[in-house]
């Protein structure tokens, strides 16, 4: 094949270096592609080493220096290279472009070059401080010869196995709170789920003085009987999710029967078809949406037994529950539930036969509504039932001339509410606060001898936790409040001595039985065990005559023991007799007409349950 004449008279005369610009010729795009080619082709030319591309581990970028430790004449030759005649030869448009891609592969080559340089002199230097502490664990132990070889072998094996487990450590666990880097899991005991839900101190000191009666609440609920749990629900304390809990959450005979997409539930008693909770969510507001005390004393029993004579009426146990809550955060709650909408236009406020009037009980609002009422809004209204509500739903307002405040003078009025509320809060059968969860239940599962399934939930986030405010709102809101404040302190400090003592009684009860099985198996052990002696001394009639008085004087000292432990074991258990206790002792009763293997096989399990109590 002949080439073009452009191509013959490039091949004619070799290529020199100039610094002007070559003249034009016939055909100067063939003549630079052809050019490039051939000059390319040559294998000690510079075009080739153009081509080839730097040396590994060299950056031909601006002002850039050779990285690794590379003859200096292979970058003076690259540098070189831009001012060839090849250059030269191209046009102006493709000697930009071909600048532009020798730049942009310049910077690629110059980062590889960098992580490639600081990869090897990381494991440089890892290697030779895990080499050194290895030889000096090692070093007497191997020789000297094979020491490197073994040393980066097992250098290898340790630095995959720390980045395996890393890998690992990073999948299952990638989060800082890892369960499996808690050491405290396996080094302490589980804490006690009832002290730990309000972060208070272990130790409580009481600042009022109550009886034992007004500390142990066990009350004989017979829920086959016609005993009546009735829910006094007082507004943004929590009552919803307890009211919840006593439907939905609790073990009975004849649980609820609850339908999907209705709140109210059907709580019968076993056997009848009666109801044997008067609550929100079992029988609805029969008396009034959030009827207080004064309404509930009065309304109740009429409502349960309505279809029925006076004369023919049972004699019902009414027994009153509630929930109490810190009274800044219920106001708030209830500011926030009353800026979404809430109004409780329901409630009858029925008080002495009776609802009150528009002059006894004004309203605070004009419209339909005070949704978007701002907060000193709704502090500066004084008609406003949030003040003090949870003292004036737990007080007998008959006391005080119901709504009608030109009754008594105003502080005469507080007092006498306040010390009503007292005394009806501390005779209720129960009542629970919704900053103690777990508390409340436990109370209530000890007052009523009644199980939850699940165990309650403490939140610490509401929508008054969320409100801020400021030192001076907070006093304003604990002075429009100050008969709820100090309501609920004295209900603060009766409920948690109420826990207290119920938990020493408890932890008392649990130490006295168990003395008692240990007193019992004791007791049964060696009348067993002198029983099987004596046994077999009967069987074995050969022995020595002289020893038969000390065995007629031990065996009746043994007797003698014998009766005094068991005088002594029926007199304990006549006291406090168990339901373990009498099974065992009928189940005894009967046993000592068995057999002598059986006695043997007695013995055995009697040292086995003295061992397990010990």
């Given at each position: 094949m002949a080439l073009p004449a452009c191509a013959a008279r490039a091949l004619g005369p070799p290529l020199q270096p100039e610094r002007e610009a070559p003249a034009r010729t016939t055909c100067p795009r063939r003549h630079s592609r052809v050019e490039a080619e051939l000059a390319a082709s040559r294998p000690g030319s510079v075009a080739a080493s153009v081509r080839a591309g730097p040396p590994r581990g060299v950056s031909r970028g601006f002002n850039s220096q050779p990285l690794l430790d590379e003859p200096l004449k292979a970058s003076s030759s690259l540098a070189g290279a831009a001012r060839a005649p090849l250059f030269a030869l191209l046009a102006r448009g493709r000697r930009r472009r071909m600048h532009d891609l020798r730049r942009r592969w310049d910077l690629g080559s110059l980062c590889r070059a960098l992580l490639t340089r600081g990869l090897a002199a990381l494991g440089h230097s890892l290697k030779h401080v895990l080499g050194a502490i290895f030889s000096k664990i090692?070093?007497?132990?191997?020789?000297?010869?094979?020491?490197?070889?073994?040393?980066?072998?097992?250098?290898?094996?340790?630095?995959?196995?720390?980045?395996?487990?890393?890998?690992?450590?990073?999948?299952?666990?990638?989060?800082?709170?890892?369960?499996?880097?808690?050491?405290?899991?396996?080094?302490?005991?589980?804490?006690?789920?009832?002290?730990?839900?309000?972060?208070?101190?272990?130790?409580?000191?009481?600042?009022?003085?109550?009886?034992?009666?007004?500390?142990?609440?066990?009350?004989?609920?017979?829920?086959?009987?016609?005993?009546?749990?009735?829910?006094?629900?007082?507004?943004?304390?929590?009552?919803?999710?307890?009211?919840?809990?006593?439907?939905?959450?609790?073990?009975?005979?004849?649980?609820?029967?609850?339908?999907?997409?209705?709140?109210?539930?059907?709580?019968?008693?076993?056997?009848?078809?009666?109801?044997?909770?008067?609550?929100?969510?079992?029988?609805?507001?029969?008396?009034?949406?959030?009827?207080?005390?004064?309404?509930?004393?009065?309304?109740?029993?009429?409502?349960?037994?309505?279809?029925?004579?006076?004369?023919?009426?049972?004699?019902?146990?009414?027994?009153?529950?509630?929930?109490?809550?810190?009274?800044?955060?219920?106001?708030?709650?209830?500011?926030?539930?009353?800026?979404?909408?809430?109004?409780?236009?329901?409630?009858?406020?029925?008080?002495?036969?009776?609802?009150?009037?528009?002059?006894?009980?004004?309203?605070?609002?004009?419209?339909?509504?005070?949704?978007?009422?701002?907060?000193?809004?709704?502090?500066?209204?004084?008609?406003?039932?949030?003040?003090?509500?949870?003292?004036?739903?737990?007080?007998?307002?008959?006391?005080?001339?119901?709504?009608?405040?030109?009754?008594?003078?105003?502080?005469?009025?507080?007092?006498?509410?306040?010390?009503?509320?007292?005394?009806?809060?501390?005779?209720?059968?129960?009542?629970?606060?919704?900053?103690f969860q777990r508390k409340t239940q436990y109370l209530f599962e000890k007052t009523f001898n009644m199980n939850f399934i699940s165990p309650f939930t403490q939140y610490n986030t509401t929508r008054a936790s969320s409100v801020e405010i400021n030192e001076e709102i907070q006093k304003r809101i604990e002075g429009l409040n100050f008969l709820d404040m100090e309501l609920y302190s004295y209900a603060k400090d009766l409920f948690l001595q109420r826990y207290q003592f119920m938990r020493q009684k408890e932890h008392q009860e649990a130490r006295q039985k168990r003395q008692e099985q240990r007193k019992f198996l004791k007791g049964r052990f060696l009348q067993t065990h002198f029983q099987s002696q004596s046994q077999g001394q009967s069987q074995n009639p050969s022995q020595n005559p002289s020893q038969t008085p000390n065995l007629n004087a031990s065996q009746n000292v043994t007797q003698n023991l014998i009766q005094n432990l068991i005088q002594n074991l029926t007199q304990s258990s006549g006291q406090n007799p168990s339901p373990k206790e009498n099974r065992e002792s009928q189940k005894q009763s009967p046993g000592q007409e068995q057999s002598d293997g059986n006695t043997s096989n007695d013995t055995h399990d009697y040292i086995g349950s003295v061992e397990k109590w010990r």
């Open positions: 090692f070093g007497p132990l191997a020789s000297v010869g094979n020491m490197d070889e073994k040393s980066n072998k097992l250098l290898l094996a340790l630095v995959m196995l720390f980045l395996f487990a890393v890998i690992v450590l990073q999948y299952v666990c990638p989060g800082t709170e890892c369960q499996l880097l808690r050491l405290q899991a396996f080094s302490s005991p589980m804490p006690d789920p009832y002290r730990s839900e309000d972060e208070s101190s272990a130790r409580f000191v009481p600042r009022y003085n109550f009886s034992r009666g007004d500390l142990l609440r066990k009350v004989d609920f017979d829920i086959k009987g016609d005993d009546l749990i009735v829910f006094l629900h007082i507004q943004k304390t929590g009552g919803t999710t307890f009211g919840r809990h006593l439907v939905r959450n609790i073990q009975l005979e004849q649980p609820c029967e609850c339908r999907v997409g209705q709140k109210k539930c059907t709580c019968h008693r076993p056997g009848k078809r009666e109801t044997w909770l008067f609550s929100r969510f079992s029988t609805g507001w029969s008396c009034g949406l959030h009827a207080d005390w004064t309404e509930l004393t009065s309304c109740v029993p009429a409502v349960v037994d309505s279809k029925r004579d006076a004369r023919l009426r049972p004699s019902r146990n009414f027994h009153y529950i509630t929930i109490l809550r810190d009274p800044v955060s219920r106001y708030l709650s209830e500011w926030r539930h009353v800026q979404r909408g809430a109004t409780w236009k329901a409630s009858l406020h029925v008080c002495d036969g009776r609802p009150p009037t528009s002059e006894e009980l004004p309203s605070c609002y004009t419209g339909d509504d005070w949704s978007g009422c701002p907060l000193k809004e709704f502090m500066d209204c004084p008609y406003n039932l949030a003040n003090n509500r949870q003292v004036r739903m737990l007080s007998d307002l008959t006391l005080v001339g119901c709504y009608n405040l030109s009754v008594m003078p105003e502080k005469q009025r507080n007092k006498v509410l306040l010390e009503s509320a007292k005394s009806n809060l501390k005779h209720m059968a129960f009542f629970g606060l919704t900053e």
